[in-house]
């Protein structure tokens, strides 16, 4: 044990984690409570609680979205945007390497994953905007109840499916987050997901 310790420095720090963690949790429940098997149970049920999980996820991704910009600005080295943002020759440079078999090793997010992380939230955000939008011009409800009281039908409809659009684009950006996961964890022989959950990686 303690040549692990010796070996090993805290990268993730514990509010990092509890955001990755619970947005896992979070679009799951989300994703998963929304379509057309969960509105034959609601009706079934006369109950509105499926629409009510997902509405509830929705805004605790909206949360910690809003906790992860603040975070990526305001925390520690590795949680920061600058630390990890870098530009498209770098993010294919780094790419390149990757299929090579020989990218470098970084602690931190290496630049693949770090635009993976930007994708992630933007489209994300987009999906969370427009489930809001479509949450207050279809239903009436939410902060966006009364700008959008008004809406048309062509207008609802286009929230929908821009909602639909980007919540199917997130579940594809997270297969690849976890292909890329797993890719770099053979090609430097360490566990990431492991990292993520005790915050540490080899020094």
């Known amino acids: 044990m303690k040549t692990a310790n010796l070996t090993e420095i805290m990268i993730w720090d514990p509010l990092i984690r509890w955001f990755h963690w619970l947005l896992v949790a979070a679009f799951s429940i989300a994703y998963f409570t929304e379509g057309e098997p969960f509105e ?13 999980f997902h509405v509830w996820a929705g805004y605790t991704i909206a949360g910690l979205l809003l906790f992860r910009l603040i975070w990526g600005f305001t925390g ?8 990890f943002v870098q530009g498209p020759r770098a993010t294919l440079a780094y790419v390149k390497e990757v299929l090579l078999l020989r990218a470098p090793r970084h602690l931190g997010h290496n630049p693949a994953g770090g635009a993976m992380i930007v994708l992630l ?7 969370v905007m427009a489930g809001l939008s479509l949450y207050g011009a279809d239903k009436g409800l939410g902060p966006l109840a009364s700008a959008l009281a008004s809406a048309s039908d062509s207008t609802i409809h286009t929230f929908e499916e821009v909602h639909e659009f980007f919540a ?11 292909l890329g996961v797993i890719w770099e964890s ?4 360490e566990n990431l997901a492991r990292a993520m959950i005790t915050g540490r990686k080899r020094a």
């Not at 034959?40 to 009510?52: C, F, G, H, M």
């Not at 939230?121 to 999906?127: A, D, K, N, Q, R």
């Open 168 to 178: 199917n684009l997130t579940l594809l950006l997270v297969a690849g987050h976890l």
């Open 186 to 189: 053979l090609l430097h022989r």
């Open 76 to 83: 520690p080295r590795y949680a920061r945007f600058r630390d």
């Open 121 to 127: 939230l933007s489209s994300l955000s987009i999906t």
């Open 40 to 52: 034959a149970i609601q009706d079934r049920l006369e109950s509105e609680w499926p629409q009510n």
